[in-house]
């Protein structure tokens, strides 16, 4: 499947937390719809693909975690013939003054974040970033055209073009976490080739920058025996280049720590070895702060991976990846789950990892 186009389809789309439908949601929905058996939507906006295994009934069930709502704004005040926003989720306040948003109200509206000029600000103010309470959206309207079309509550959210640069890196908004959208399409797209014995499930979960709480519902309806989230990790870059810096196109990064189950982390890594697929190492000593934080302890806990996508300028609207690290994350998962025998649980359970027969 050619992975840009959908890329730039989920990037471009709108769909701040707690409200991914019918923006990103729709895209989410027929990108999946040619690649599982089922695809439907549930009660707290997950849309969930199905696709089902040949394996004996009732089969085993792998849920595949990614997140689709993306960082925004909310409408807080209707100051004149202008607005006051709040964040919804954790924005980088640094790139705010003047970026091109969306006001979601009666009708589309293309905005700008607006401040005060550095030549009226004093020396302090104009060294510092500016506070959000001091930012404001201008629409371009009078007050009385602004508040015929925009109520408080109405979400904000950023505009910028999905553009794929020189070696296949791809740059655009909200790649965290619609990137691994993307991978699990590829994934999808893979398994159609082969035989799987298990039911794959694949989430894009929804909420999660404000709670992992479409992650939480998902598992708890699916019952999955496995789960895996994919999200993106920090990248290379100027001003950070920390030891445990991922890097772009050398490989997703199998995510170890206490919120994985380190069988299952086993298994990822001997099978991108045998697949010949690089990848990279994560240390994660507390919890992720992913979907894979809520799938883990669900019910009665599920045994629980984590995949990370090197991106850099995380929380900007120039989040970079690289597809081929996409691509390759997607092949994994699908080498994964075409591997995975009606018994495969009995590797992850604890008396196997503590006799050594979870290891491949």
């Given at each position: 499947?050619?992975?840009?186009?959908?890329?730039?389809?989920?990037?471009?789309?709108?769909?701040?937390?707690?409200?991914?439908?019918?923006?990103?949601?729709?895209?989410?929905?027929?990108?999946?719809?040619?690649?599982?058996?089922?695809?439907?939507?549930?009660?707290?906006?997950?849309?969930?693909?199905?696709?089902?295994?040949?394996?004996?009934?009732?089969?085993?069930?792998?849920?595949?975690?990614?997140?689709?709502?993306?960082?925004?704004?909310?409408?807080?005040?209707?100051?004149?013939?202008?607005?006051?926003?709040?964040?919804?989720?954790?924005?980088?306040?640094?790139?705010?003054?003047?970026?091109?948003?969306?006001?979601?109200?009666?009708?589309?509206?293309?905005?700008?974040?607006?401040?005060?000029p550095p030549h009226?600000?004093?020396?302090?103010?104009?060294?510092?970033?500016?506070?959000?309470?001091?930012?404001?959206v201008d629409v371009?309207?009078?007050?009385?055209?602004?508040?015929?079309?925009?109520?408080?509550?109405?979400?904000?959210?950023?505009?910028?073009?999905?553009?794929?640069?020189?070696?296949?890196?791809?740059?655009?908004?909200?790649?965290?976490?619609?990137?691994?959208?993307?991978?699990?399409?590829?994934?999808?797209?893979?398994?159609?080739?082969?035989?799987?014995?298990?039911?794959?499930?694949a989430v894009a979960?929804?909420?999660?920058?404000?709670?992992?709480?479409?992650?939480?519902?998902?598992?708890?309806?699916?019952?999955?025996?496995?789960?895996?989230?994919?999200?993106?990790?920090?990248?290379?870059?100027?001003?950070?280049?920390?030891?445990?810096?991922?890097?772009?196109?050398?490989?997703?990064?199998?995510?170890?720590?206490?919120?994985?189950?380190?069988?299952?982390?086993?298994?990822?890594?001997?099978?991108?070895?045998?697949?010949?697929?690089?990848?990279?190492?994560?240390?994660?000593?507390?919890?992720?702060?992913?979907?894979?934080?809520?799938?883990?302890?669900?019910?009665?806990?599920?045994?629980?991976?984590?995949?990370?996508?090197?991106?850099?300028?995380?929380?900007?609207?120039?989040?970079?990846?690289?597809?081929?690290?996409?691509?390759?994350?997607?092949?994994?998962?699908?080498?994964?789950?075409?591997?995975?025998?009606?018994?495969?649980?009995?590797?992850?359970?604890?008396?196997?990892?503590?006799?050594?027969?979870?290891?491949?």
């Amino acid at each position: 499947m050619e992975l840009f186009p959908l890329l730039k389809a989920l990037s471009e789309a709108h769909g701040v937390s707690g409200y991914e439908a019918p923006g990103v949601s729709s895209v989410v929905r027929e990108a999946f719809v040619g690649l599982a058996d089922d695809v439907r939507t549930d009660a707290m906006g997950n849309v969930i693909a199905l696709k089902r295994g040949r394996g004996p009934e009732p089969r085993r069930r792998i849920m595949l975690a990614g997140h689709m709502d993306e960082i925004g704004l909310m409408v807080t005040l209707i100051e004149g013939s202008f607005l006051r926003v709040a964040e919804v989720g954790g924005l980088d306040l640094r790139t705010l003054p003047g970026q091109e948003v969306l006001v979601h109200g009666r009708r589309p509206l293309p905005g700008l974040i607006g401040c005060r000029p550095p030549h009226v600000l004093s020396d302090s103010a104009a060294s510092r970033p500016i506070p959000l309470d001091e930012l404001f959206v201008d629409v371009g309207l009078s007050a009385e055209e602004l508040t015929g079309l925009v109520r408080v509550g109405d979400v904000v959210t950023l505009r910028a073009p999905c553009v794929e640069l020189k070696n296949s890196r791809v740059l655009g908004k909200a790649l965290d976490d619609r990137a691994a959208v993307g991978v699990i399409a590829v994934c999808l797209d893979q398994l159609r080739r082969v035989a799987h014995a298990w039911d794959v499930y694949a989430v894009a979960t929804v909420q999660e920058e404000i709670g992992l709480r479409g992650a939480m519902t998902s598992t708890f309806g699916i019952m999955p025996d496995v789960g895996i989230a994919i999200d993106v990790g920090f990248a290379r870059q100027p001003g950070y280049d920390s030891p445990d810096a991922l890097e772009l196109n050398k490989g997703p990064a199998l995510v170890v720590g206490p919120n994985i189950h380190p069988a299952l982390w086993q298994v990822l890594k001997t099978t991108a070895e045998s697949c010949d697929l690089p990848f990279q190492v994560s240390a994660a000593p507390g919890g992720t702060g992913t979907d894979a934080n809520a799938m883990q302890i669900t019910r009665e806990g599920i045994p629980t991976a984590l995949i990370s996508l090197p991106e850099r300028s995380m929380h900007t609207v120039a989040e970079t990846v690289c597809l081929r690290d996409l691509q390759r994350a997607g092949r994994l998962l699908a080498c994964v789950i075409a591997a995975m025998e009606p018994d495969f649980m009995d590797r992850l359970t604890w008396e196997a990892v503590e006799s050594g027969r979870a290891q491949p």
